[in-house]
């Protein structure tokens, strides 16, 4: 018995040893299972015939080893023979972590088109001195900096832990958190990062677990490896073999309270943070600087790192992979190089990304680029303004037009924001008079249970949307009470979270309130600002004035270019970097569905991807972990299309 390794081997002695009567059992049990499945070949004499040798040829050829094993181990919890189970799951412990590997490559490769191509770098740096520090302090001393290597963020370093610390990965919207936290993963499954150290890498979108309707530890791992007969317990006796990646700790629905979240996967989560549960695994939290000061006081030993974005190199490098024709490449990094602004703000990858995306569809139209951006909210106006459907003068006309989508657009946004909320539904796009299929430039498909859900491309969309939102209103000649209590909470949003971050729509919103930028505002979206609108911007701008504040992305740029570039050099060759592939690249697959994780319901079966099976959850609670809900971050080489 200790000589039994494999699932064949252990599934014959699992049949071999059950006594005549348990047997036969075993076969009324498995025929139930197997016609429930409509997998039933042989009628019932043929079955009652088979011997112990024969039952396990049949069913290995029937569904595959490991799938025949999972068959077993369903059938034997029925005739509640648990410590046969148990001693079944701990000989195919070893097989499953493979196999578990097989599926996060298998699923990547099919989502991606292969995991060679294009990849660029991303900066990360810490503290030389981490304990004595604020982690969102900034500007960042630049003379306590280090580069690090994403090898090393979990070595034990000089002190002894009874836990692992916690890893927390910061960065502003769009530095490229989510695309290198699932590169983690993708990178552990094929071998190349973290060798021995870890049995099993687990992707978790924070954002997602609002469509899970069962929270338990075990669920979560569940879910974790899309399949319901998964040997948690296993996994769990071994819990310093696991390392969770919690992507998104401030896209939560209640990450900034101690009360019981309405979502019970949420609860288990905070309960991982907390490390009431998992106690033993490592752990990586990303998130964005201004949930810092909510999630320290959850964290028992942690670590911060900084993820800076683009290295000057880089830019360059991520040009000439996003545009496949040359000439348009050098025009292209021309025009970012001969506007400060621009050049500079192409330091955040999902920043440079809506750049390229505008840039390309401006030249691909035979359009003037004439304009200057003077910050990011000019960046972003350009990009909607180019995308949006052209105005029409037609009020009865039902097609999409340049007005009606940009309402629905900032109401749906704002509704979002103000309700904690990134994942919508149809109803939702319908309510707002949005046809999702038709607007990809800005919102991002993801199949759910047989349902579609919509998310903006990115967060930082849905944050420049919710700040529009004040300025498109239907009613704009009286906005009075009600434009003054918006912005007003605003501010005292703000004065909650004195000296930090600003959200980024507080950022846009400063932007668009200042003197000339108003009216760049209503000549790129065919829109008047009333009067008393106007009035209530400069409010807002005076009362922004006399508060501390920082602006979104300061962090990422108070570095100066030569510090920048030695921390550059101290980047080792192996450091995990971000994949991108050519945007007039054609995929066989959808343009929107690509990740570390992402489960489709029927192409397993085309690949043969291990551990996803007809029973498992996948089909249920994994889909919603395909991460769709950054799309941006993956910075895919596509451009959107009207």
Same mark, same amino acid.
């Given at each position: 018995?200790?000589?039994?390794?494999?699932?064949?081997?252990?599934?014959?002695?699992a049949l071999r040893d059950l006594e005549e009567k348990s047997f036969k059992l075993f076969k009324f049990h498995l025929r139930n299972n197997c016609m429930l499945? @409509? %997998?039933?070949? *042989? /009628? &019932?004499?043929?079955?009652?015939?088979?011997?112990?040798?024969? =039952?396990?040829?049949?069913?290995?050829s029937l569904y595959g080893a490991w799938?025949?094993?999972?068959?077993v181990l369903t059938v034997l919890r029925a005739m509640n023979l648990l410590e046969l189970v148990d001693w079944l799951s701990h000989i195919c412990l070893n097989d499953y972590r493979e196999i578990y590997r097989e599926h996060v490559r298998c699923l990547e490769e099919r989502q991606e088109g292969g995991i060679g191509g294009s990849y660029n770098q991303l900066l990360l740096v810490t503290r030389s001195n981490p304990e004595s520090a604020d982690p969102s302090a900034c500007p960042l001393p630049e003379q306590e900096l280090d580069s690090v290597s994403v090898e090393t963020l979990f070595n034990p370093g000089e002190k002894s832990y009874q836990a692992p610390p916690t890893v927390v990965?910061?960065?502003?919207?769009?530095? @490229? %958190?989510?695309? *290198? /936290? &699932?590169?983690?993963?993708?990178?552990?499954?094929?071998?190349? =990062?973290?060798?021995?150290?870890?049995?099993?890498?687990?992707?978790?979108?924070?954002?997602?677990?609002?469509?899970?309707?069962?929270?338990?530890?075990?669920?979560?791992?569940?879910?974790?490896?899309?399949?319901?007969?998964a040997p948690v317990k296993e996994m769990r006796r071994e819990e310093e073999r696991l390392l969770f990646i919690l992507d998104g700790f401030d896209e939560l629905q209640r990450p900034f309270t101690t009360r019981p979240s309405p979502n019970p996967m949420e609860n288990v989560l905070h309960r991982l943070i907390r490390r009431e549960v998992f106690s033993r695994c490592s752990l990586l939290i990303t998130t964005r600087p201004m949930a810092l000061r909510n999630l320290k006081p959850l964290l028992k030993q942690s670590r911060y790192i900084h993820i800076l974005g683009f290295s000057e190199d880089e830019r360059r490098r991520y040009f000439s992979s996003y545009f496949a024709d040359e000439e348009q490449a050098r025009n292209a990094f021309d025009i970012v190089q001969g506007n400060d602004v621009l050049y500079k703000s192409c330091q955040i990858p999902g920043i440079c990304w809506v750049i390229c995306s505008w840039l390309k569809e401006r030249m691909e139209r035979g359009r003037e680029?004439?304009?200057?951006?003077?910050?990011?909210?000019?960046?972003?106006?350009?990009?909607?303004?180019?995308?949006?459907?052209?105005?029409?003068?037609?009020?009865?006309?039902?097609?999409?037009?340049?007005?009606?989508?940009l309402r629905g657009l900032c109401s749906?946004?704002?509704?979002?924001?103000q309700h904690q909320r990134f994942i919508f539904e149809e109803a939702d796009l319908r309510k707002h008079n949005l046809d999702g299929a038709r607007l990809d430039a800005f919102l991002s498909s993801m199949p759910f249970q047989e349902k579609t859900f919509y998310t903006f491309r990115h967060i930082s969309f849905q944050e420049f949307f919710h700040a529009v939102s004040y300025l498109v209103k239907e009613d704009q000649s009286h906005p009075g009470k009600e434009y003054h209590r918006e912005l007003r909470s605003l501010l005292d949003e703000k004065k909650k979270a004195e000296n930090e971050e600003m959200t980024l729509s507080m950022q846009f919103l400063l932007d668009i309130s200042k003197k000339e930028t108003p009216s760049n505002f209503e000549l790129k979206f065919f829109l008047k600002v009333s009067p008393s609108l106007k009035q209530e911007l400069m409010y807002f701008k005076e009362q922004m004035k006399s508060k501390k504040h920082k602006g979104a992305w300061d962090l990422e740029f108070s570095l100066n270019p030569s510090k920048i570039r030695n921390l550059v050099k101290g980047i080792q060759i192996s450091d995990v970097s971000l994949k991108m592939e050519q945007s007039n690249k054609k995929k066989s697959h959808d343009r929107n569905s690509f990740s570390v994780k992402t489960s489709l319901k029927d192409g397993w079966k085309k690949k043969q991807c291990p551990v996803v099976g007809k029973d498992n959850i996948v089909k249920t609670q994994k889909?919603?972990?395909?991460?769709?809900?950054r799309e941006m971050e993956k910075w895919e080489m596509q451009r959107p299309t009207r």
């Open positions: 018995m200790s000589q039994i390794q494999t699932p064949q081997e252990a599934l014959l002695w499945e @409509g %997998k039933m070949l *042989l /009628a &019932r004499g043929e079955l009652e015939g088979l011997s112990p040798v024969d =039952l396990a040829s049949w069913l290995i799938e025949a094993m999972k068959v990965l910061q960065g502003s919207a769009g530095t @490229g %958190k989510t695309t *290198l /936290a &699932r590169k983690m993963v993708l990178e552990w499954a094929t071998g190349t =990062l973290y060798p021995g150290q870890f049995d099993y890498v687990f992707y978790v979108s924070c954002r997602e677990v609002v469509l899970l309707s069962q929270g338990t530890p075990e669920q979560l791992l569940f879910w974790c490896c899309g399949d319901n007969q680029i004439s304009e200057t951006p003077s910050n990011g909210t000019d960046i972003f106006m350009a990009y909607v303004s180019t995308f949006l459907p052209p105005p029409s003068d037609n009020a009865d006309c039902t097609e999409l037009t340049s007005h009606r989508v749906l946004a704002a509704d979002g924001i889909e919603a972990s395909n991460g769709k809900g």
